[in-house]
């Protein structure tokens, strides 16, 4: 598609719709005109009317496709539904409308498509029971089986970025049904197994941004999922933060670079061990800890304060009071930890 058409002005959206009753083209063709129009308009939309411009003309365009024309009827009925859902403020009643566009497309699709078509609307589907969850509006385990059905097709071998966004998705689906009891414990160690799905597709090199991204989250995963296991969890937690640092820094990426540091800092207090706890128990370097870090909880104040300096230096007031809170909190233990005798 041309780029003028990405940029669609009133008089283009007008002009567009009178071609739409151009006499010398069917019915069918000048429904299908105006879907790669609004597909155009809607690729890199540069306010939220050309996405509304987009819901228009594919609205349109279902008034002029034949009933008989049910595969392209439900082409663009699936591609109204894309447009819908990215609509910034359409809330519920547009993600309502998006998830009915996707089941009856879906229905068709699985008929008179292809496979690849079925599973994308699949895709989007999940992608918008899963928003409609977040406003109390469905079921998270709807997001989810869709996510797998779009996967029978979405395989790592042939749509390794189809397949990445997938478990992402399914990731946080099981992160947020998270619960203290064996269910969620399972859902927990899915969701790594999920991250670390993705990063069998996105690497270092080629993905840096999305690659530091699902470290981070691989990392927050590992950090707080509830195991037996919680020493080696941590430690993979590191390691992950340490991927992510790999690519986030303080000079170009400011923010994730803080949130990275301070999630990595989490997890460094944590493997600090209570002096009451490790009473007369010998450390060393046998020991999994000291072998690992001389000196966890000064790290992670150094890490801390380092955050708290980037979140108040970029605009994240409340995120560096808490970063200040912690430091001043970590500050307290270490000097008391210090004072007792060795």
Request: proline share 4%.
């Amino acid at each position: 598609m041309e780029p003028r058409l990405q940029t669609l002005s009133q008089s283009q959206l007008e002009a567009a719709l009178s071609a739409a009753e151009d006499a010398d083209a069917s019915a069918e063709e000048r429904a299908e005109m105006l879907m790669e129009i609004a597909m155009g308009l809607q690729q890199r939309p540069k306010s939220a009317q050309q996405l509304l411009d987009s819901v228009q003309l594919y609205e349109r365009a279902l008034t002029l496709a034949p009933e008989a024309a049910k595969l392209l009827r439900a082409r663009i009925g699936a591609r109204l539904g894309t447009a819908l859902q990215a609509l910034p403020d359409g809330g519920a009643q547009s993600l309502e409308r998006a998830q009915a566009c996707f089941a009856a497309a879906i229905d068709v699709l699985q008929i008179h498509g292809m496979p690849e078509e079925v599973a994308e609307a699949e895709l989007n589907q999940g992608l918008v029971m899963q928003a409609l969850t977040g406003l109390g509006r469905g079921r998270i385990t709807d997001a989810i089986s869709a996510y797998h059905r779009a996967l029978r097709t979405f395989t790592r071998e042939r749509f390794a970025q189809e397949y990445a966004v997938l478990h992402n998705n399914l990731a946080i689906c099981y992160l947020s049904m998270s619960a203290a009891d064996e269910r969620g414990r399972m859902r927990e160690a899915l969701a790594v197994q999920s991250f670390e799905e993705v990063l069998k597709v996105i690497n270092l090199i080629d993905h840096p941004s999305e690659y530091a991204m699902i470290q981070n989250n691989l990392g927050n995963a590992l950090q707080y999922a509830s195991s037996s296991h919680v020493l080696e969890n941590n430690l993979r937690a590191l390691a992950a933060y340490d991927e992510a640092l790999r690519v986030r820094n303080p000079r170009d990426t400011p923010l994730e670079y803080a949130n990275t540091i301070a999630n990595k800092a989490n997890v460094l207090r944590s493997l600090v061990p209570d002096p009451a706890a490790a009473a007369g128990v010998a450390t060393g370097p046998g020991d999994p800890v000291s072998a690992f870090l001389a000196d966890p909880l000064s790290d992670a104040l150094a890490l801390v304060r380092e955050a708290q300096a980037l979140f108040a230096l970029h605009g994240e007031p409340d995120k560096a009071s808490l970063m200040q809170e912690t430091a001043t909190e970590m500050a307290a233990e270490l000097a008391q930890r210090r004072a007792l005798p060795n």
